[in-house]
């Protein structure tokens, strides 16, 4: 409703990493999301989400390492969508809990059957906000959303890694980090358009068309009279500036990003650069045509020198640098220190977070801790309750394996 206090709740069928992480942006502001992970399968011993047994076991048997930091902050249920009463839960829960947002990242085949499509949802609450994220959206229904598998299939392995080595992922699992920022802008827009009366809507995020969109420094140039070969792979180069690149140092690597003549002109004035001051070098086309040479004469004169020694350098004539930083020491730079989120284990025990993309006004109040993520269906009992199931109701619903 307009001009509505309540905190707005979530309720997301969802695993992977993709809605994951796209539900704890909407965490970080404040809200409440409840995910829903299927009862457990006969004979099989790990139950839910399958990130849940990812990574090294850290909180019981149930919470190994990669599950802990998208899911910190929320609430689980564990429910059987395959059963006619699990659905009817489901629309319960919907109505009841006044759900302002389902979202789901199960493929789209099984929407209907596990009846979390629109149109069953819809019926519950008329301006719910509904949102699928799948490999290719549900035009696409049957095809599974893997990120390495869409970052080959949409030229992302083509850009990434040395030029003359075999195609290669990104490190981070960019698409699916991707998805889930879409679905977190798409849902504050669809929230801000149900405010001013427009009541609610589907979203459908394709993972695929939310990479390709990301590529406009790619598609246009090829038909802009850039040969495919321009724009693939290069390692740390940049295609079009020169030099940019990571080079050694007497103690690591330091990257180092001239994307002007100007710049150029003050790196080589540098007393440590000056030999490099040729009038062949002095545009960036000519740097260009003798790439090759340049490279390895930059590499030669930092690898001589501490990389400290060479950002002070770098640093005084203004050129964009930067160390190679050990992933192990990222946690401790200083803006991160100064903006990340902790959690706590059952035990005690603190995890440090990444920060929130942008700060909010819930780290603020809350003191930047988040409760740890939840064990399969921990609160499934009192989120029935809460939606008005009574005691016995719930009791029966475990029994016949409808909740768990």
Known sequence: MPGSTKQPVVISLEQALSLPYGTLRLVHLGWR???????????????????????????????????????????????????????????RLVGRLQADVFCTNTMPAHHAELGVDYATLKAARADLIWCSISAMGLKYPDVPGYDPALQALCGYMDLTGERTAPPTQCGPPLIDLKAGDEFFAQVMHAMLERERGHGGRQIDISMARAAVSWLHTFLPMLDMGSPPDEVRRNGNRHRQFIPVNAYPTADGFIYVAIGSDAQWARFVACPMFAALAEA?????????????ELHRRIAALTGAHPGAEIAAVLAEAAIPHSPITPIEQVADLPFVQETRLVTRTPDGRQVR????????????????????????????????????????????????????
């Open 33 to 91: 999301v409840i995910r829903i992970e299927p009862t457990p399968l006969p004979g099989r011993k790990s139950r839910g989400d399958p990130n849940r047994y990812i990574g090294r076991p850290f909180a019981g048997e149930d919470r190994h390492s990669y599950f802990v930091a998208p899911n910190a902050g929320k609430e689980a249920l564990a429910l059987n969508l395959k059963t006619p009463a699990g659905r009817e839960v489901l629309q």
């Open 280 to 292: 062949r070098f002095s545009t960036n086309e000519g740097r260009r045509a003798d790439q090759e």
């Open 353 to 404: 977070l990444p920060p929130a993309a942008v700060e909010t006004d819930w780290r603020a109040r809350h003191g930047g801790e988040l409760p740890f993520s939840p064990a399969y269906g921990e609160h499934t009992s009192c989120v029935l309750a809460e939606a008005g199931f009574a005691e016995r109701e719930i009791a029966a619903l475990r029994r016949d394996g409808v909740v768990a």
